[in-house]
């Protein structure tokens, strides 16, 4: 899965030096031992790892978090590709220390509780009076999502451009920046659709589970164009795969539930089909930061894209419950003037969305892309809490097994570093 991510990496002109707040990371010209080159190549690759977080500050999308852990992978490339360096060479150095590592690492464990929120939020409007169809939650939420990047969009606007990305102002440009833009929004579609939709049939806590199956659809698209998988991957693969077979056999927290309720219901499978949508998307992100694109406008603009597809599916979803006879359709929104059904979806666009972004391109300059995707992986158990919680949600053994197969397959399909090797 690497080859096809130094292959992105090759086309992108990356800042070496970054500062940030109180993480600042210096050039400095100083002479390496042999002994030193392995040392300093895990420190570039923290630095890294935060400049592609922000070049790929993706949409505040539930499902962002796999091509966060993309992103790991990424840096995580880049730095073994540096282990060739010379004998006197440009490097980065972390001045952050102990206690910038601990921080780092507070930052990620929040953004795994914040990604874990997001299912339950969105199921718990759903059983709020008058519920959003998924159509209109997906347009609510996705406008919020949508004016977060106004700034960015703005700036564009005054003709400021990403460093070493591709002008998008030529005709062939816009062309290709318009293309891969909508291209996103319509993968994105799909797989946050389906999770939206899916919530409607099936627990909060299984549906975040399962999207960690994307994790596993991935290898598969980049085995299909010719780049190698190494073997920890695979295995990764089938404990993702195993973990979904074992969720399926789960039917809850009592005896009685799971006799009820033995294998994969119909809102686990638009899960799973989301999954494999947004394995797309990320496989497809790749594809066109080979291009050069413009990576924070582009997604920037594939968000708000994906607002306005949201907002056709709400106007279908209001259109067909005004020409259905009555009391056939449920409304769109019967509940909108609910302040608190408001004040959750602001939560779900702004805190497991935007911030989580921001607090993750954060975290990862000072914590080590294999420490982050561990820390990340945690998100579903984040979500099996909050849905106990406020949903009262339960997992039988067999859930909670599957869980761990799932959790345990995204870990190790994050810890290939291309080489065999690990960091």
Not at 269 to 287: D, K, N, Q, V
């Amino acid at each position: 899965m690497n080859a096809l991510v130094r292959t992105s990496l090759a086309s992108l002109a990356l800042p070496i030096a970054s500062s940030t707040g109180s993480q600042r990371h210096a050039m400095v010209a100083v002479p390496l031992s042999p002994a030193s080159r392995r040392g300093c190549t895990t420190v570039r690759r923290t630095a890294t790892a935060a400049v592609l977080r922000r070049d790929n500050a993706l949409s505040c999308g539930p499902l962002s978090r796999l091509s966060r852990r993309v992103a790991s992978v990424i840096a995580r490339a880049a730095g073994d590709a540096e282990e060739s360096i010379s004998e006197s060479s440009a490097v980065t150095v972390d001045t952050a220390g102990a206690t910038g590592v601990w921080y780092g690492r507070a930052l990620l464990i929040f953004v795994a509780a914040a990604y874990g929120s997001l299912s339950v939020a969105f199921k718990y409007v759903y059983s709020l009076p008058g519920p959003p169809s998924a159509g209109t939650i997906g347009a609510v939420r996705g406008v919020i999502a949508a004016l977060c990047f106004i700034p960015m969009i703005m700036d564009a606007k005054k003709g400021e451009q990403e460093a070493g990305s591709m002008n998008i102002n030529t005709e062939e440009g816009k062309k290709k920046f318009w293309l891969a833009a909508g291209e996103l929004a319509l993968w994105n579609l799909l797989a946050q659709g389906c999770c939206n939709v899916a919530l409607l049939f099936t627990d909060a806590t299984r549906v975040s589970f399962l999207t960690q199956a994307s994790i596993a659809f991935t290898p598969v698209l980049c085995v299909m164009t010719g780049d190698r998988v190494a073997g920890i991957t695979w295995v990764g693969c089938l404990l993702a795969l195993a973990g979904v077979v074992a969720l399926g056999f789960d039917g809850g927290g009592t005896a009685a539930a799971a006799a009820q309720s033995i294998g994969l219901n119909l809102g686990d499978i638009i899960a799973l089909i989301g999954a494999a949508a947004y394995s797309l998307y990320i496989f497809r992100i790749g594809a066109f930061a080979k291009m050069k694109l413009p990576g924070n406008l582009t997604q920037a603009w594939k968000t708000v894209i994906l607002a306005v597809l949201y907002c056709v599916w709400a106007a279908a979803d209001a259109i067909k419950y005004a020409t259905a006879a009555p009391g056939t359709v449920a409304a769109p929104w019967a509940g909108w003037t609910n302040p608190l059904a408001w004040a959750v979806l602001a939560f779900t666009a702004i805190v497991p969305g935007y911030l989580a972004d921001v607090c993750q391109a954060k975290g990862q300059e000072s914590v080590s892309a294999s420490e982050s995707q561990v820390l990340l992986a945690g998100e579903p158990l984040f979500a099996a809490v909050f849905g106990l919680v406020l949903l009262g949600e339960t997992l039988g053994f067999m859930g909670f097994v599957g869980g761990a197969g799932l959790v345990v397959g995204a870990i190790l399909c994050g810890v290939d570093d291309g080489s065999g090797k690990s960091d």
